[in-house]
């Protein structure tokens, strides 16, 4: 398994589980989704691999910060979907939102200022 996540739905009865996993194959694809259907709590199992889609992670990533480079940060997330949520005299928190390249692209440029702990989701996905 690549990532796992896991959530309430509108119905707080049911969960939604977006499960992603490097398949070597097809064949190892679908064993892996009949033996989730074989599971009894199990709904339906949907493949989003030749299923159009949306994707999206979540970071939280806690980043060296002075005031100065609030407006550095704002040019960045002009480009990616993030903003500060929290910050001190010498660190900042960001939350982004983004598809795998985007958060990808969005980490290297907070490398730039330092990144001092990172927590990142899995993927969510949904069909579209």
């Not at 694809?29 to 709590?41: A, F, P, R, Y």
């Not at 691999?49 to 550095?72: F, G, M, S, V």
């Not at 979907?81 to 982004?96: F, L, M, P, S």
Request: hydrophobic residues 40%; proline residues 2%.
């Amino acid at each position: 398994i690549a990532s796992l996540a896991v959530s309430e739905t509108l119905d707080p009865q049911v969960s939604y589980m977006t499960i992603v996993v490097e398949a070597k194959d097809a064949k190892v694809l679908e064993q892996i989704t009949k033996q989730l259907n074989k599971l009894i709590d199990v709904i339906t199992v949907t493949d989003f691999t030749k299923k159009e889609h949306l994707d999206r992670e979540l970071i939280l990533a806690k980043i060296n910060y002075t005031p100065k480079d609030k407006a550095r940060l704002e040019t960045i997330f002009g480009k990616f979907v993030g903003k500060i949520i929290h910050h001190k005299a010498d660190t900042a928190i960001i939350e982004a939102v983004g598809d795998q390249d985007q958060i990808n692209e969005l980490l290297k440029e907070l490398n730039k200022f330092g990144v001092k702990e990172l927590v990142r989701t899995g993927k969510l996905a949904i069909s579209n």
